[in-house]
């Protein structure tokens, strides 16, 4: 049964027996397998849901980030010219998406239809007080406050500019939920592959103890490793593909809920939540297997041969 140098058939019949052992022990062990099973698609299921959370905090912070702009306030005696020779600049200016002039007048009006009934305090000026200002919204390339500031700092050494403001510190806070975002998913994908891992070790490490004197006699009958870790890998693979689909369903289920039926009470939630590409529905099955199989290599190592 040793298998160097064995033939295509005799690996295809090792396969048939790995697959029927695996599967007679999937039936015997049925509770510990069902629990473990669950244990897999409960962790699945959360990281998931975190994975979706934290996919729908992106859109939104990058949604948020588009509608961001530097406003620039030129000169009070800034003349016609002037403000024709900065439009242009910023026109042909590589990190700047959208150019929008408002004229001092402009300005005023926006005041007034702010202030509404209170307009009238502002009656007192002839004319409006306010500077002409250019609103520009950068490229998303932009988005690092490190930059922007730079790029800031640019503009107001520009002729004709009197300041240039943007919302640094709100950029800075997006920039920092964003980063902080990413780095939790990372910690927490970690965190749930090593207990997925580590579920699966345990459950595969009480089999080898519930079979260790079959595994000793297979090993007197001239069984080669392959012959006797096999069916422990295949029976891995199933808890967490088994776990993976669960976790799929109960995904699938809840998105459904929330989309369908929540939406009805809470409107917003449309517009917050993305849409889940159906490719995910397969790959957490593909990833739950990978977790198990991890945790069933790192079992069947305990084999002493």
């Known amino acids: 049964m040793k298998t160097k140098g064995v033939s295509k058939g005799v690996w295809i019949e090792i396969f048939k027996y790995s697959l029927k052992t695996a599967v007679k022990s999937i039936g015997h062990e049925k509770w510990i397998n069902f629990l473990t099973v669950l244990s897999v698609s409960i962790g699945l299921t959360i990281l998931c849901s975190f994975i979706l959370i934290n996919a729908n905090m992106s859109t939104a912070l990058q949604r948020w980030a588009k509608s961001f702009g530097v406003v620039v306030y030129l000169d009070e005696d800034i003349s016609r010219e002037g403000e024709e020779i900065l439009k242009n600049h910023f026109l042909q200016d590589a990190d700047i998406e959208e150019v929008k002039y408002i004229s001092k007048e402009d300005a005023f009006q926006e005041i007034k239809r702010t202030l509404g009934s209170n307009a009238m305090i502002l009656d007192v000026f002839r004319e409006s007080p306010l500077p002409s200002s250019f609103e520009l919204k950068l490229k998303n390339a932009l988005q690092d406050p490190s930059r922007i500031k730079e790029k800031v700092g640019q503009l107001q050494k520009m002729e004709g500019v009197h300041e240039a403001q943007y919302g640094e510190k709100w950029l800075s806070s997006l920039n920092t939920i964003a980063k902080t975002i990413k780095i939790g998913s990372i910690v927490f994908g970690t965190a749930i592959f090593i207990a997925v891992t580590f579920i699966t070790y345990s459950t595969i490490k009480i089999f080898l103890h519930r079979r260790k004197e079959e595994i000793e006699t297979l090993k007197l009958l001239g069984a080669s490793r392959s012959f006797i870790r096999l069916p422990y890998l295949m029976e891995g693979f199933f808890i967490g593909t088994m776990g993976g689909v669960l976790s799929s369903l109960a995904i699938l289920g809840s998105y459904s809920f929330i989309m369908y039926k929540m939406v009805e009470f809470m409107p917003a939630i449309k517009f917050v ?33």
């Open 273 to 305: 939540m993305s849409s889940l590409p159906s490719m995910i529905y397969l790959v957490i099955p593909l990833g739950g297997a990978v977790m198990s199989l991890t945790g069933s290599f790192i079992a069947i190592g305990k084999i002493r041969y």
